[in-house]
């Protein structure tokens, strides 16, 4: 492949522009690069390779794409320099009427086309799709309505643009667990080939590095990385530079304190609770609400926190009730039922209605008070000091997940019902008070 003037590619480099190269031969058609910011993947993936790809398919047509149309015209205009200097080694120029930043066509008839993500696209084809740096900022990747709007682009949009057998080379710093590198692994992964090198390597590095060995020393070395680490903090170390938008620890609970037991000895029985964490909206078309959760918890004469069970579902308030009255029949009336009280009349009403199917039950219910931080702070420290277990089951990794990422994860529903569990298990009065039900009402 070409070499720039002054470029001398590192041991990434030399990986990178390999896995394109499969990509020009057609033997990957869906290739994701995720590396951090400073790693010049732009120089090989929107430069170099468009240049040498109209090499390799003459007639073809590209479309590259960037969170603004002034960056896509950026890199359309390296390109376009790119072919001017080395037109004889190529084997093609430009032509003379179309030499636009954002498009412009080469004498073998093949097309280039550059845009911003959401620009317009309407009339053009693509037998290969570059998209480079897809997010603007932080604020976009923290907004959920302008992931959703990125989403849409990507699967409206751009994929509706590509040619039978058109190829996609995403390029990109991860920002959020949810941004569009994030809902392409979750919903179609096994598709891509994904090439993810984070800044300080992890243990199954694809360069072969050690531990903790940075990715381009000779542009930015351990103490370099280790400055700006303490500069941006973890969440964001853990997202722009290492490719993974969750810390490697997560900021409240130490899950690797949490141990597994295949079955509660005879004997360590103790005070159990069902905690339930409400949602209040359900599935509708793409959007993502949250879950309603019910966290068994037991108590035992040790005073460990033991998590025995975990009901996780998305349904309409009447699923929800009968799930509730259902986990309550299976628990037994000796397992107290925690219910959370919205502020309002709406929140007082909703308790009295679901306690009136559990007439018999010791239903309780407490009103949120605090962040979601300082509710759960507690429950952490007892986690770090080894005082949680869980029974072994399928949900056992979901809620370890949840745990891990809190509170920066998509999701806390568990989190809010074990913490619920928690405080009434751990004697907090205050916060709980009793349903009463009316004897007419039973």
Do not use: C
Not at 107 to 124: C, D, K, L, N, W
């Amino acid at each position: 492949m070409l070499a720039l003037s002054g470029y001398e590619p590192a041991r990434h480099h030399h990986l990178l522009l390999g896995l394109l190269n499969r990509v020009s031969l057609g033997e990957i058609d869906r290739l994701m690069v995720l590396m951090p910011p400073g790693s010049a993947k732009s120089t090989y993936a929107s430069v170099l390779f468009p240049a040498w790809w109209f090499v390799q398919h003459p007639r073809s047509s590209v479309i590259a794409a960037s969170h603004t149309a002034d960056l896509a015209a950026h890199f359309g205009r390296q390109v376009r320099a790119l072919i001017a200097e080395h037109s004889a080694m190529l084997g093609y120029r430009l032509t003379a009427d179309n030499r636009a930043a954002s498009r412009w066509q080469t004498s073998s008839r093949g097309e280039y086309f550059a845009t911003g993500v959401r620009g317009p696209m309407a009339g053009r084809r693509a037998d290969l799709a570059i998209i480079d740096d897809p997010i603007k900022s932080t604020g976009d990747a923290e907004s959920a309505t302008q992931r959703e709007r990125l989403w849409d682009w990507y699967r409206s949009d751009l994929t509706t643009r590509l040619k039978p057998r058109g190829r996609v080379v995403l390029i990109m710093t991860r920002w959020h667990e949810e941004d569009l590198a994030g809902r392409l692994l979750e919903r179609s992964g096994a598709e891509w080939e994904v090439i993810r090198l984070p800044a300080l390597a992890e243990v199954d590095d694809p360069l072969m590095r050690a531990v903790g060995e940075p990715l381009w020393p000779e542009w930015e070395d351990r103490e370099a990385l280790d400055r700006r680490r303490s500069l941006v903090g973890e969440r964001r170390w853990g997202a722009l530079y290492q490719q993974s938008p969750r810390p490697v620890q997560g900021a409240l609970f130490k899950v690797a304190h949490i141990e597994v037991v295949d079955a509660i000895p005879p004997g360590m029985l103790g005070p159990t609770v069902r905690a339930w964490d409400l949602a209040a909206t359900v599935v509708r078309g793409g959007n993502d609400p949250d879950w309603t959760v019910g966290v068994k918890v037991l108590r035992d004469p040790s005073g460990r926190w033991v998590v025995l069970d975990i009901v996780r579902f998305r349904g309409s308030p009447g699923e929800v009730q009968q799930a509730i009255a259902l986990a309550a029949d299976v628990d037994g009336r000796g397992v107290v039922i925690a219910l959370p009280e919205d502020p309002g009349q709406a929140g007082k009403a909703q308790v009295s209605h679901l306690a009136k199917s559990l007439a018999g039950y010791n239903v309780k219910a407490s009103r949120e008070t605090g962040s979601k931080i300082v509710r759960a702070t507690p429950l952490a420290a007892q986690v770090e000091a080894g005082n949680l277990a869980l029974l072994r089951a399928q949900w056992n990794h979901t809620l370890i997940d949840e745990l891990r990422d809190f509170p920066y994860g998509r999701k806390d529903d568990q989190v809010d019902a074990l913490a619920r569990a928690f405080h009434l298990l751990s004697d907090r009065p205050s916060a709980l008070r009793r349903i009463a039900v009316p004897i007419i009402d039973r």
